[in-house]
């Protein structure tokens, strides 16, 4: 078994060899090692782990990285269109959009805040909701090469067009910018507020059985869709039951804050696995849990 390099994709079609470096973009880990001469297709991003990965394909493993996060389309080939690509579990509209302008030639609107705040700039506007960002972009999208266009979007979001000090003199779009025009380009679009992060409170359970912890899926969908994770229940306003609690990981997520009690039980919870404790960090365990593991062994080494 041979590891793919880029220069093997130059003899496959343009548009399959962009599979990879895609999915590679996307964090699509782990990161699949293949036959040389097997083109690439969404086979290894299947429910299948490790070794039960269907041959040629087989991952490698990437820290924190769970090989089921994304499930395979039921279809043949890779998804082509932005509405396809957005059935992906973990796959959003300015992933699916981008992918489907660079790989595919679709013209589709891939906005981040970097492309939202040049379009902002470049119509003088100084609030931009999310359906104004997208219809305006797609209005400056060439039918010629989208996927150029949307990658100089993206370089000119994040070098050029900067938040703060843009670099106007070098800007290709100066000559038609109404913020640079303005005299004061920075000020276009006005920041937003930041709202308040909430905090919520959850229970995760530490289930110990002859050198093996077990472990659950979350679902595919929503917070850490569809990767490894100790049992527990959802999370919430309230306080939880932190009775005979181990300990609790704080940790915060880009719209709320969680502290997560470690409860031991003895009996596993839900469907799931035993993972060997010494082969924990091959469990793709996202920081979270990765956390409370440690929380559990460091506490147990200072007893
Ligand atoms: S001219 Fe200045 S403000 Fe306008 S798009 Fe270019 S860098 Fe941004």
């Not at 309230?238 to 039980?265: E, K």
Request: charged residues 20%.
């Amino acid at each position: 078994m041979k590891s793919t390099t880029t220069g093997q994709f130059a003899r496959w079609p343009r548009r399959v060899a962009a599979v990879l470096p895609l999915a590679s973009m996307l964090m699509l880990a782990p990161v699949p090692v293949v036959h040389a001469d097997e083109p690439p297709t969404l086979a290894p991003f299947s429910s299948a782990q490790g070794a039960q990965a269907p041959q040629p394909w087989r991952f490698t493993t990437l820290p924190n990285k769970a090989p089921t996060r994304f499930e395979v389309v039921q279809q043949d080939g890779f998804p082509r269109t932005a509405a396809e690509l957005r059935l992906l579990p973990g796959i959003g509209a300015y992933t699916s959009a981008a992918i489907a302008a660079i790989a595919f030639g679709e013209r589709a609107a891939a906005v981040d805040t970097n492309v939202e705040r040049v379009v902002a700039r470049l119509h003088g506007l100084k609030q931009m909701p999310p359906a104004d960002a997208e219809r305006l972009t797609l209005a400056l999208l060439p039918a010629d090469r989208p996927g150029d266009f949307v990658q100089a979007m993206m370089d000119l979001g994040a070098t050029i067009c900067r938040p703060r000090k843009p670099r106007c003199d070098a800007c290709p779009l100066a000559p038609d910018c109404r913020a640079f025009a303005s005299g004061d380009p920075e000020a276009f679009p006005e920041r937003r507020r930041r709202a308040a992060r909430p905090h919520r409170h959850g229970v995760a359970y530490w289930i110990e059985r002859g050198g093996s912890v077990w472990l659950v899926r979350r679902p595919a969908r929503g917070m850490l869709g569809g990767m490894a994770a100790l049992p527990g229940g959802e999370w919430g306003d309230a306080g939880s039951d932190r009775l005979n609690a181990i300990g609790t990981v704080s940790h915060v997520f880009t719209h709320f804050s969680l502290d997560l009690a470690i409860v031991p039980r003895s009996e596993p919870e839900g469907e799931g696995w035993w993972q060997p404790l010494e082969g924990l960090s091959e469990a793709g365990l996202p920081t979270l849990y990765r956390r409370a593991a440690e929380l559990v062994l460091a506490a147990r080494r200072a007893a």
